[in-house]
């Protein structure tokens, strides 16, 4: 199971989560604008993710960000000014943090757009 840290191309926002496969990455770059270059992601046996996940969100819930909300998966976007603190909590963890492309840029860009005449 895969902790991701994607940070968003306003360079006020970042997403915190976890998933199981890159799909869903590729579903949240489509609807949030990610970028990979500065996003970061943690493999790792699911109880540890998850439980990891949760002691981020305990640690971040004063940054959660409303501009977001209503969208999927909204609660967990947080303003970037708690992102040095996340990075923090998990250094301090001893976890590593792999950039985005260790899980495969090509699966998550965003498609080409047909062009029709």
Known sequence: MYLYILVLNDKKHFKIGITKDSYRLRRLHLMYDINLDESFSHYGIED?????????????????????KGQNGWSEILKIESLQLTFDYIKQKGIKLNNISSVNKAKIRKPKKNITK
């Open 48 to 68: 540890s993710v998850r439980l990891l996940e949760t002691e981020l969100k305990s640690i971040t819930k004063n940054f959660i960000s409303d501009q977001f």
